[in-house]
């Protein structure tokens, strides 16, 4: 499969504790892209690397979450002090440079559920 | 700054008869637009692009989408549905310079047999 995937695809928490995702691009895919869907509404932007250099945050991103990509090919989106409002899936998406570079391929999700 | 408007949460048709999905966006610059599906417990599949190329854009199973720009549209049309249709659908836009999607509050489809 050479998709966009992710690990875990389902993570149960307790309130307060730190959780972190990962997501792997489809290769040679230089943008990646992280976002968040809550139940009944569509995804919304959280931030976009390019490479390894992260260039774009959401206002959505406070200060609790943290996202790498080290060595611009795969990423980890932390998040600390879990509240119960993290509850949702995390999307995480690719795209290739060039012309088609504004087209977004998703992976699977990982829901998030914080108890 | 840009937005996107899906006119119907739920749209529910009989297998074989037409599907239309309407939505309307709002952009400050030429938009890139896309329609997305997303079946339950799968990812988000990209089921066509509009790029300025043409108007009438076709897509993955049978879905075609037309761009309207005085009209601001962007609905999604497919002749005959298929039971393999019900899903969450998502309008998509994309301001050129940006690298954020926006997308809408989705359109769910129901297929009845």
């Known amino acids: 499969d050479t998709g966009v995937s992710q690990d875990p695809r389902h993570k149960i928490t307790k309130r307060g504790q730190n959780v972190t995702f990962r997501c792997d691009p489809i290769s040679e895919h230089n943008r990646l892209y992280w976002y968040r869907q809550t139940l009944g509404q569509g995804p919304e932007f959280l931030t976009y690397f390019q490479n390894e250099a992260q260039l774009e945050k959401s206002r959505l991103l406070s200060d609790r979450f943290s996202a790498e990509r080290p060595k611009g090919s795969f990423s980890t989106l932390e998040i600390q002090r879990t509240e119960q409002g993290d509850s949702a899936m995390y999307l995480c998406a690719s795209s290739q440079p060039g012309l088609d570079a504004d087209t977004q391929y998703f992976g699977p999700g990982t829901r998030l559920t914080v108890l | 700054a840009q937005s996107v408007t899906q006119l119907d949460s739920h749209v529910s048709v009989s297998e074989g008869t037409p599907v239309l999905l309407r939505c309307n966006y709002s952009?400050?610059?030429?938009?890139?637009l896309f329609w997305y599906v997303q079946h339950p417990n799968k990812g988000l599949q990209l089921l066509l692009k509009?790029?300025?190329?043409?108007?009438l854009v076709k897509g993955i199973n049978g879905f075609e989408a037309e761009f309207k720009k005085s009209e601001t549209s962007f609905h999604l049309t497919k002749p005959s549905a298929h039971m393999s249709d019900a899903a969450e659908y998502f309008c998509v836009v994309s301001e050129t310079g940006r690298r954020a999607l926006t997308f809408g509050s989705g359109t769910r489809l129901q297929v009845q047999p």
């Open positions: 509009y790029t300025s190329a043409a108007t």
């Open positions: 952009s400050s610059y030429s938009p890139s």
